[in-house]
């Protein structure tokens, strides 16, 4: 079982940034390709980036290119998503995923899931 918390949202005016943080305990994550998403009230739940196990893009919203990075570090068993120049359409539960195979991951079948952090972005 791999344990995965989100912290860091909260609710920031419009061109702000804010960097989520998904810290990970019961496995290590250099085991896991990691991926971010979000969900607005009504709405699907929509991939925002991930990452491969070495640190390599796996996939970009274009949305949110230029905007937000992923990243990782694997010796604090932790990845964040750095969120800048943020818009009221960001708004929305933001959620971390752990997957073991890529190509799943790909389809968004992810191993575990957080149960996610409000970012609410005003204008």
């Known amino acids: 079982q791999v344990h995965l918390v989100e912290s860091g949202g909260g609710l920031v005016q419009a061109g702000g940034s804010l960097r989520l943080s998904c810290a990970a305990s019961g496995g290590t994550i250099s085991s896991y390709h990691m991926g971010w998403f979000r969900q607005a009230p009504g709405k699907e739940r929509e991939s925002v980036a991930a990452?491969?196990?070495?640190?390599?893009?796996?996939y970009q919203s274009d949305s949110v290119k230029g905007r937000f990075t992923i990243s990782r570090d694997n010796a604090k068993n932790t990845v964040y998503l750095q969120m800048n120049s943020l818009k009221p359409e960001d708004t929305a539960v933001y959620y971390c995923?752990?997957?073991?195979?890529?190509?799943?991951?790909?389809?968004?079948?992810?191993?575990?899931w957080g149960q996610g952090t409000q970012v609410t972005v005003s204008s």
């Open positions: 995923a752990a997957g073991s195979l890529g190509i799943k991951t790909i389809r968004g079948e992810y191993d575990y």
């Open positions: 990452i491969t196990r070495t640190g390599s893009p796996l």
